[in-house]
């Protein structure tokens, strides 16, 4: 068809294209390719036709009448004319573009994360606990960054944000941070740079060791609190689990007539399931938590019938207090108190193992590992001895269970009384400040303390102000 000027005037003379087949086309005169043809529907379209070095002919819609003028529509093919002189193909260029697009969407921390996520969930599930901290330690802090343009600075910003939280959170950003780095690198989405090749600490390993004496005044500050926190402490002793596997145990992870519990591998550090043996008195425990099996649905422990209570620092606060009075009323009239190191709950997960360890109960390592839910084999082992160990480690945490209860029923335990006066809050904060004396300090204490000492002497200072007429 002889070529024209595409104006408003010309496009008066087209006709409807089939809704399939041959578009009735008319070509532009000035921009070689530049056309424009009648939809089966009546709108009219602009588009831009070319061949590439030899390739296919390609077309690339350019818009509308109405969405362009035809001047406007004869500029962009002119562009798309120009790239193509230049050794640019136009299809290429604008799929690229929209793969720029999507990466500047896709490679965002939070966004990268959501759908590293969602791959994991459909073969090997982050469980809720792993989920929290990739949420609080990475996405909470970076997540507005992209992978792919990371610099440096950034990640040393980064490193500084988390130590404000203390040395532990420094390693777990970091190891998320990396996890999702390495992801993106091994599915060609990133390309690995300097910004990347970060160092991650060191885990250390604690080797505080709790004595009989120390644990039996813990338990009974345990029972102290007074609430269902104080069963959940419980368990913990008695069954030397993660705390979150405690405090977010379901009733559909129970068979209480079997004496069973069926841990599901998204809540386990190992994403393992594992089939526990439960003692006699962590049965006991768990019934009362709700008397009438018909109502025995959602998390066994919580406070407020909805969800699981939670297991942080103020607990820690009510323990340690608890602890200090336990310790003040086990000690003799006119003797020093003993003073007790610095500990964390998750250093009661020693104290069963160790106990039994030792005579006379020697138990083997591999129990302890089970009751542990740790896997120390290798893939070969694993291959070929396939023993869970599940009833020789149930025995073994009867045992411990029988064990803690005979150290409880001696006349030196409780002492003060099995049940104690709830404490007020003027005395918790002195006794808190008593037993932590030499403690490392968290960083969030370090910052309350820091806000109280800024509260107080602002309040000094009000206090010296002369008063108006004075």
């Known amino acids: 068809m002889k070529s024209v000027r595409i104006t408003n005037r010309a496009l008066e003379g087209l006709v409807k294209s089939p809704a399939s087949g041959t578009k009735k086309l008319i070509w532009d005169r000035d921009v070689v390719g530049f056309g424009a043809y009648m939809t089966s529907s009546g709108s009219i379209s602009f588009l831009y036709q070319y061949r590439f070095r030899g390739s296919q002919t390609k077309s690339i819609k350019i818009g509308n009448l109405g969405e362009l003028t035809c001047d406007q529509a004869r500029k962009m093919a002119a562009g798309l004319a120009m790239q193509k002189l230049t050794g640019i193909d136009p299809v290429a260029a604008i799929k690229a573009e929209r793969v720029t697009k999507q990466a500047s969407v896709d490679l965002i921390v939070a966004n990268y994360f959501d759908g590293y996520a969602e791959r994991r969930r459909l073969k090997d599930p982050i469980s809720v606990k792993q989920m929290n901290v990739f949420k609080r330690d990475l996405v909470a802090h970076i997540g507005h960054l992209r992978l792919d343009e990371l610099t440096t600075e950034q990640v040393d910003a980064f490193e500084r944000d988390l130590a404000a939280r203390g040395p532990s959170m420094v390693r777990s950003g970091l190891v998320c941070l990396r996890t999702v780095i390495n992801d993106a690198v091994k599915r060609g989405k990133i390309l690995r740079h300097e910004a990347h090749n970060f160092d991650v600490p060191g885990?250390?390993?604690?080797?505080?060791?709790?004595?009989?004496?120390?644990?039996l005044r813990m338990f009974e500050a345990a029972r102290d609190i007074g609430d269902v926190r104080s069963d959940v402490l419980e368990v913990l002793f008695r069954m030397a689990k993660r705390k979150e596997e405690i405090a977010e145990l379901r009733w559909e992870e129970l068979d209480l007539a079997k004496g069973t519990w069926h841990l599901p591998q998204g809540r386990t550090k190992s994403r393992r399931p594992h089939m526990i043996e439960l003692p006699r008195q962590v049965v006991a425990i768990i019934k009362r938590q709700q008397p009438d099996p018909a109502k025995r649905r959602g998390f066994v422990f919580t406070m407020n019938g909805a969800s699981a209570p939670e297991m942080g620092s103020q607990v820690k606060d009510l323990l340690d207090a608890n602890l200090h009075r336990r310790i003040e009323l086990a000690t003799p009239a006119g003797s020093p108190a003993r003073q007790v190191d610095h500990y964390t709950i998750h250093d009661w997960r020693k104290i069963a193992v160790t106990v039994l360890r030792e005579r006379p109960f020697s138990v083997g390592k591999d129990v302890l590992n089970a009751i542990l839910l740790h896997s120390t084999m290798t893939s070969l082992d694993e291959t070929y001895i396939l023993a869970t160990l599940e009833i020789e480690a149930g025995e073994a945490l009867q045992t411990w269970n029988d064990h803690l209860d005979q150290l409880l029923a001696r006349a030196d335990a409780f002492p003060g009384g099995r049940a104690l006066e709830t404490m007020g809050a003027a005395?918790?904060?002195?006794?808190?400040?008593?037993?932590?004396?030499?403690?490392?300090?968290?960083?969030?204490?370090?910052?309350?303390?820091?806000?109280?000492?800024a509260k107080e002497e602002a309040r000094k200072r009000r206090r010296r102000r002369p008063r108006t007429g004075e």
């Open 203 to 215: 885990m250390k390993k604690r080797t505080r060791r709790i004595d009989e004496w120390e644990f």
């Open 427 to 453: 005395e918790r904060k002195r006794r808190l400040e008593l037993i932590r004396t030499g403690w490392p300090k968290r960083a969030d204490q370090e910052r309350a303390e820091v806000g109280r000492d």
